[in-house]
């Protein structure tokens, strides 16, 4: 397995037999390197969204329509897509899984905000989620946007994921004390990576406080465009 940072909350996870990006945000993403989009959406399987902000869903329709990969996410916003874009969809919901090819991706609950711009100001774009994403034997908790939630007791007691990505910026998330809680609190992660952070001056620069909170946990601060093997 592979895990590969795109800056912000953007991966490229290559697990099974797919690639996943999830929330792919390139164009206009100051972490990211643009001269790199090609090598890292080359070979992609499905394109999965958390919620509707632009910093989430940024590429999410351009890539899907330059590779063919269906988009994955909540069915309110897929519906929209696919009504609206004409965009290839597989809108699920809350507690829904869906298999995709020898990955099974489900959805879970966030504790975040969803909406897109229009023409007036933000409209609705359903709920935001974050997955459990499940191959090669390891489960993978991407949290998508999130403060610390009870229900991560319940995401732990039924999926059990031994890898943890976790929004960890401040401001708009969960900050590095409060990712460190919900990691020591909910689950035994055994690898955590932080993300949602680092963008901008606004968000945290440094993983160390949840490192330093996570004694026995492999805390990796991941670089853009390097993988992490798992």
């Known amino acids: 397995m592979k895990i590969i940072w795109l800056g ?10 797919q690639v996943l990006l999830v929330d792919p945000w390139l164009t206009g993403n100051p972490m990211f390197d643009e001269a790199r989009r090609a090598e890292a ?7 999965l969204v958390s919620h509707g902000h632009g910093d989430h869903t940024g590429d999410a329709l ?11 996410g909540i069915y309110d916003l897929m519906s929209w897509w ?5 965009a ?11 298999q995709l090819g020898d990955v099974a991706v489900t959805m879970v609950n966030a504790a975040h905000s969803s909406s897109a711009d229009g023409p007036e100001g933000p409209v609705y774009a359903g709920h935001e989620s974050g997955f459990m994403i499940a191959g090669e034997g390891h489960v993978i908790y991407f949290s998508g946007d999130t403060d610390v939630m009870a229900d991560m007791g319940v995401f732990n007691a039924l999926h059990a994921p031994d890898i943890g990505i976790l929004c960890a910026g401040g401001y708009f998330t969960m900050d590095m004390k409060r990712a460190a809680y919900a ?5 035994d992660f055994k690898t955590v990576i932080p993300c949602h952070y680092r963008t901008f ?14 004694p026995g946990v492999e805390v990796i601060e991941p670089q853009v465009m390097e993988a992490i093997e798992i």
């Open 8 to 17: 912000h909350s953007g991966f490229r996870i290559e697990i099974a037999d």
């Open 41 to 47: 959406v080359d070979g992609a399987t499905h394109v």
């Open 62 to 72: 351009a890539i899907s329509e330059s590779t063919g990969a269906p988009i994955v």
């Open 82 to 86: 696919e009504s609206s874009k004409g």
């Open 88 to 98: 290839k969809v597989i809108g699920f919901n809350k507690g829904g899984t869906v």
């Open 183 to 187: 990691a020591s609190t909910f689950f």
């Open 201 to 214: 001056p606004i968000l945290e620069q440094s993983a160390a406080p949840l490192a330093e909170a996570l």
